[in-house]
T-cell receptor
Framework: AQSVTQPDIHITVSEGASLELRCNYS??????LFWYVQSPGQGLQLLLKYFSGDTLVQGIKGFEAEFKRSQSSFNLRKPSVHWSDAAEYFC????????????FGSGTRLLVRP | ETGVTQSPTHLIKTRGQQVTLRCSSQ?????VSWYQQALGQGPQFIFQ???????GRGNFPPRFSGLQFPNYSSELNVNALELDDSALYLC????????????FGQGTRLTVV
């Protein structure tokens, strides 16, 4: 069965520092992968997605992610974090059944130090 | 193009009651999925509706039920509410298929007391 692991529950970075959030997935074939961001009490906003092709994917708000099949990873990166990036980040994989539902990781909460 | 809207935004119910949550899908989308997000956790798939038919269900009991209407809006009904049903309920709409992205509403915060 497909699954997603986000090993870091919390990450704290200083404003202006670089960021990498880890995501590992379990899936037999080429996965469809997503990163979503959620501000407190809000819904989910799509940051970026990987379906196929170039393994380095660019998203909104200056985020990027790299798909590494050999490591079953899809880590999210940003070169310089802004205070407004503080939020919860979720990695998700599409389940290849009739529903193509999203299977989410447990999330990583990002805290930004001024 | 209107986004996904959910109503109400918050509500409080008593254990044993029934609740109906509503979702209007994004224009052009024929698929609606519902997710439950408990505090501090990732969203969990409840079920999906595609062209008014249930098209997949997660590990939730039958007291969680749904509908999709001809305009592709949807309802989530929960009977016999339990304290553990307290969560953020998220609706997502999409065009359907494996490589289409889901757009989420702002969610309904349900508190069961």
């Amino acid at each position: 069965a497909q699954s997603v692991t986000q090993p870091d529950i919390h990450i704290t970075v200083s404003e202006g520092a670089s960021l990498e959030l880890r995501c590992n997935y379990s899936y037999g074939a080429t996965p469809y992968l997503f990163w979503y961001v959620q501000s407190p009490g809000q819904g989910l906003q799509l940051l970026l997605k990987y379906f196929s092709g170039d393994t380095l994917v660019q998203g909104i708000k200056g985020f990027e992610a790299e798909f590494k099949r050999s490591q079953s990873s899809f880590n999210l990166r940003k070169p310089s974090v802004h205070w407004s990036d503080a939020a919860e980040y979720f990695c998700a994989v599409v389940a290849m059944d009739s529903s193509y539902k999203l299977i989410f990781g447990s999330g990583t909460r990002l805290l930004v130090r001024p | 193009e209107t986004g996904v809207t959910q109503s109400p935004t918050h509500l409080i119910k008593t254990r044993g009651q029934q609740v109906t949550l509503r979702c209007s899908s994004q224009s052009g989308h024929n698929t609606v999925s519902w997710y439950q997000q408990a505090l501090g956790q990732g969203p969990q798939f409840i079920f999906q509706y595609y062209r008014e038919e249930e098209n997949g269900r997660g590990n939730f009991p039958p007291r969680f039920s749904g509908l999709q209407f001809p305009n592709y809006s949807s309802e989530l009904n929960v009977n016999a509410l339990e304290l553990d049903d307290s969560a953020l309920y998220l609706c997502a709409s999409s065009r359907g298929g494996e490589n289409t992205e889901a757009f989420f509403g702002q969610g309904t915060r349900l508190t069961v007391v």
